[in-house]
């Protein structure tokens, strides 16, 4: 409480520690609030000292580079708006027009300097223009008449600086790229210089905005009667020229990716900051050229706007090495230094190892520049908070963390970041969660603070934060404002979180903008946040190809900031592993190359059996992936020989689907849901417990669906059909197209009755009310609790099952099911009975083999294969070995490479041969990832147009409002703000209730917003006002924009949304 309180108070001149008193020699510290710097690690401060470090010398010594980068930013400043000179900007900032100007005014900039590179003849070297430029000795006549002349060719023959000053103004707001249609004859070609690509790009790719083509004029001047911008460009540009030959030898070296990244991160900085701003009222010169406009009158003065960015972002390049090295930390945390429990103890060694290691290493005069651990440990065996052990024991002192740990659904990240909270006590100003929906955040947030009696909430944690944010952390430059507008005070918290919190756990999508946002600063901010933070990839496996080609960049971006990386996983594949090293070891590269540092890299691989390290060094490029493939296979080797011996917890056949290939298309669907109904019962007569009350047969099972409109049908098929006597089913349907409210109702509840953590028992007293009233009021003997699910069940949710149907679509699907099966209950010996059934089609592979619908990839949405990756067969008895599912299933396929195994008759060999294709070195172009590491494609957008992150339909928004007694389907106007009626747009259907005893949990949205009325913060009496705030703040619900194609939408609270 007291703690809580500082923190909601703390101020910058504010430094508090508390301290546990031990004995009367002996106290420990407990915690910190406030200026943290006032105390040495144990928390002691000195009675008195006086001293104020101006220069910090300490951030800046290592940053060989620097001096380039502020050269380079602050004359690239002085360009980057130049082409707002043009008559056609100037007209339109004075006419508030909306119409866009022939040619955006980077590309005007550019020709400004490629027309004085061609008229001072200085095509190889930029002493001449430069020059001429800072005296003002040229004409401004002669320099529109070249830029007319060479308005739409490419920027070829330019000099080194030149080249590198227009990318940087290319650049300032969006990166090149062209449209997706003409990006095709680019996806395999090769690019490794900085010339060669910059020779590519003319006004087409994102300069020309398709308004009729004119000559650029210039009529009120090219500022040359500017003496504050001729001043400033008297002051930068001898400096850049000073700094001439070291920039030219790092673009011969191929070294100087680190230095245009810092210069267009302090140029786009600065931009921002000083756009901000006012104008000058008292303004120098006697210039009528305008940059910008606020509220419809003209701002800032062009010449004023470019000598002030100038400025500023020479001061943000000397800010720099703080983001690297000078921000906030947890430090030794009780939590992590105590020895783990018995059954993880491994957790503890990998520690153990990772600090021998490095002591090794320093013993042989070697510096570690990066950490690359994957760690494989299987379910249940505490990866999670293994990750924050491993993290701590990488830094520097073994007793710091700072990094973030990123996770790719919202739920998951929730549940970790609770598990930080409570297991490792991470507080309000050392740990933030960001989940990206304040919904979410709040429903979850009310179910905390109801299971913990109403204790702290996450929600309180960020209003303590604004007063956290005073002490904590060093002075903010006011740069950073731009991130941290007050008249967003929501905005402004989460982004302080962001970039300030010593552990960040968030979902990925929190970080990707930093090598994926091609379009305006919004790769700002969560760069700011890397350069200063490690980061850990939970479930990196979850991830399809195209969305590990993203990571990829990520992983590849803390390379080369010159931080550490774990992926998490158990089923993490040797290729994904390798793939990922790949891009880790070429950041790291130009990470080396950067502080002209010999460096190593550390790798690790850790499970709940062994650890096992090795260093390689960043210079040894080609030996080192051949290297790291053989050690990766040894530790997996050892992995699968331990497995083997590890009691079965999961045994699997196949079920047999031939038959129903030579039904009619009426005939076949309701005979698959017929077989899946058959199977359930199998199962659930091999697999039940006996309840201690009433002696009935009782399990808990899941339906593993692949699609969403499959999944209800059958979930409503086994609802209205007959079943035998004596057994009672008990319906759930589970996918991702539901009302926010009810999904969150239905997965606190999932995660409660089924988080089963007590030793599997053949007796089980049966506590939960909702299960307790369904099996005393059954008359049957057996009851039978089934869960119908897409793939979001089998994907960061912590449910056990007692067993599993599953429609394949790919191995590792199945594995990850089937992770939920026995997921925690402890056995004593192995499982006797066959608990996982594996459908032998899915159901398009069915309808395909029945002439229904035409042949093609079967397992594609969702799934590997695809038209390049194309299976000879869709029947499980080709594509899985029945005798091993038999003998026991386990991740041994998905970890460990069959080379036998023939990609076009095994789903693990199809994956594998996937995966080996993503991390394919041997590909050129912005297509792979080769592109993106080797070449330089990372100019350009056009790796991240091509392997976008999360790619897919477009998804429409809307909520289930309750108005004058009745439902309808809502969307939020962007510019009115107001909710209006979209259910005839959308084509959505609203069903009468199905009433059932077979429902395992009776959903009523109406009842549950009445439950819910608590939530919402209306002021309003009236309760109906109250209810329709609470729908529009939690009835949301997304699906998949069809633009019109399809029938439409059906809804129900049992079933959700779903096509007809």
Request: hydrophobic share 40%.
């Amino acid at each position: 409480m007291v703690k809580s309180l500082l923190q909601k108070h703390a101020t910058k001149s504010m430094s508090v520690s508390c301290r546990w008193i031990r004995s009367r020699n002996r106290s420990e510290l407990v915690w910190m609030v406030g200026d943290r710097s006032r105390f040495n690690q144990e928390g002691v401060v000195p009675v008195n000292y006086t001293q104020k470090n101006i220069r910090h010398d300490e951030w800046e010594n290592d940053w060989l580079h620097l001096p380039e980068i502020k050269a380079l930013s602050a004359v690239a400043a002085l360009f980057h708006d130049w082409g707002k000179a043009a008559d056609h900007f100037q007209h339109k900032l004075r006419r508030q027009s909306l119409s866009k100007d022939p040619y955006r005014h980077e590309w005007i900039s550019c020709r400004l300097i490629s027309g004085l590179v061609a008229l001072t003849g200085s095509a190889d070297d930029d002493t001449a223009w430069l020059t001429r430029l800072s005296l003002g000795d040229f004409s401004a006549d002669a320099l529109a008449q070249a830029v007319n002349e060479g308005l739409r060719n490419k920027l070829r023959n330019l000099p080194p600086l030149a080249a590198m000053l227009c990318w940087l103004i290319l650049s300032h707001h969006r990166l090149p790229v062209l449209q997706k249609d003409k990006c095709k004859k680019y996806y395999d070609l090769r690019s490794t210089s900085f010339s060669d690509m910059m020779s590519r790009i003319d006004a087409a790719w994102g300069y020309d905005n398709g308004a009729a083509h004119t000559n650029v004029t210039f009529s009120k001047g090219l500022l040359l009667e500017s003496s504050a911008w001729r001043k400033a460009l008297r002051k930068w540009v001898p400096r850049l020229l000073q700094e001439k030959d070291a920039l030219i030898a790092l673009m011969k070296k191929g070294d100087f990716r680190l230095v245009l990244l810092y210069s267009r991160l302090s140029l786009m900085l600065s931009d921002y900051f000083i756009s901000s701003g006012k104008g000058e009222e008292d303004r120098q010169g006697n210039t009528e050229l305008y940059a910008n406009t606020y509220k419809g009158e003209l701002k800032q003065r062009l010449d004023e706007h470019l000598v002030k960015v100038a400025g500023q972002a020479a001061r943000i390049a000397h800010y720099l090495p703080v983001f690297s090295g000078g921000m906030a930390s947890v430090k030794d945390v009780r939590s992590l230094r105590k020895r783990s429990p018995a059954p993880f103890r491994w957790q503890d060694t990998a520690v153990q190892k990772l600090i021998e290691c490095q002591k090794q290493l320093k013993c042989g005069n070697k510096s570690v520049s990066g950490y690359f651990i994957v760690n494989m440990a299987s379910t249940g065996c505490g990866k999670t908070f293994a990750n924050a052990k491993l993290m701590q024991a990488i830094s520097e002192d073994h007793k710091t963390l700072r990094y973030n740990l990123l996770l790719g659904l919202r739920t998951l990240t929730l549940q970790t970041g609770e598990e930080y909270r409570n297991r490792i006590g991470l507080t309000a100003d050392e740990m933030a969660v960001l989940i990206g929906s304040s919904a979410v955040r709040k429903l979850y947030d009310e179910e905390r603070k109801r299971s913990d009696n109403g204790e702290t909430s996450y929600l309180d944690e960020e209003e303590s934060f604004a007063g956290v944010l005073n002490g904590i952390y060093p002075e903010k430059e006011p740069f950073l404002d731009i991130f941290f507008d007050q008249q967003k005070n929501k905005a402004a918290i989460k982004n302080k979180r962001l970039l300030y919190s010593p552990v960040l756990v968030s979902t990925i999508d929190h970080i990707m903008p930093a090598t994926e946002a091609t379009h305006g600063g919004k790769y700002m901010l969560p760069l700011l946040r890397l350069m200063s933070s490690d980061i850990v990839i939970d479930e990196i496996d979850d991830f399809g190809k195209q969305d590990l080609v993203a990571i990829a960049r990520v992983v590849h971006l803390a390379g080369m900031l010159g931080h550490h990386v774990t992926i998490s996983s158990a089923t993490i594949s040797p290729d994904l592993a390798e793939g990922l090293f790949s891009a880790y070891q070429e950041g790291q590269k130009c990470f080396a190359a950067f502080f002209g540092k010999d460096l190593n890299i550390v790798c690790a691989w850790c499970d709940e059996f062994r650890t096992q390290t090795r260093s390689i060094a960043v210079a040894d490029i080609t030996k080192a992936g051949n290297f790291y493939r053989q050690m990766h296979q040894t530790f997996v080797d050892k992995r699968v020989v331990r497995l083997s011996k590890e009691l079965i917890k999961r045994k699997g056949y196949i079920v047999d689907c031939d038959p129903l290939k030579f039904l009619s298309e009426d005939e076949l669907e309701q005979a698959y849901f017929e077989k899946i109904k058959q199977t359930v019962i199998d199962l659930h007569r091999r697999n039940s417990f006996t309840d201690k009350k009433t002696g009935k047969h009782v399990s808990c099972g899941v339906i593993g669906m692949n699609n969403i409109r499959p999944c209800v049908l059958l979930g409503d098929y086994l609802v209205r059909t007959a079943w035998p006597e004596q057994i009672a089913p008990r319906i759930m349907v589970y996918h991702s197209q539901q009302v926010l409210l009810l999904r969150h109702e239905q997965e606190r509840y999932l995660d409660r009755v089924l988080k089963r953590k007590k030793p599997l028992a053949a007796t089980v007293d049966i506590e939960d009310e909702v299960l307790r009233n369904h099996i005393d009021n059954a008359k049957e003997e057996n009851v039978i609790f089934l869960v119908v699910a897409t793939p979001i069940e089998a994907v960061g949710r912590d449910h056990d099952f007692d067993w599993a149907v599953i429609e394949p679509f790919s191995y590792r699907a199945i594995i990850q099911l089937i992770g939920r099966i026995l997921r925690h209950r402890l056995l004593q010996q192995d499982i006797q009975h066959e608990n996982i059934a594996i459908l032998g089609y899915n159901l398009k592979g069915l309808k395909m083999e029945a002439g229904i619908l035409r042949k093609g990839p079967a397992f594609d949405r969702p799934g590997f294969e695809t038209a390049a990756y194309r299976l000879k067969s869709h029947t499980m008895n080709d594509l899985l070995d029945e005798a091993v599912l038999r003998r026991g299933i386990d991740a041994t396929p998905r970890i460990q490479k069959d080379p036998t195994a023939d990609p076009a008759y095994s789903l693990a060999a199809l994956e594998h041969k996937v995966m080996e294709d993503f991390k394919d070195l041997s590909k050129n172009g912005p297509a792979y990832i080769h592109g993106w590491q080797e070449e330089v494609w990372w100019m350009t957008g056009m790796p991240q147009q091509i392997n976008p992150f999360r790619a897919g339909r477009l998804q429409v928004e809307v909520c289930l409002c309750y108005s004058d007694g009745h439902l309808s389907f809502q969307e939020k106007d962007d510019k009115t703000g107001l909710f209006v009626p979209r259910g005839e747009l959308y084509q959505i259907e609203i069903c009468e209730p199905v009433n059932s005893d077979r429902f395992w949990l009776q959903r009523d949205y109406y009842q549950t917003l009445q439950a819910n009325l608590s939530l919402t913060a209306s002021d309003a009496v009236d309760e109906e006002k109250q209810l329709e705030k609470l729908c529009q703040q939690y009835g949301l619900l997304s699906f998949p924009d069809n633009a019109g194609n399809g029938d439409g939408y059906y809804y129900s609270d049992q079933y959700g949304l779903y096509r007809k």
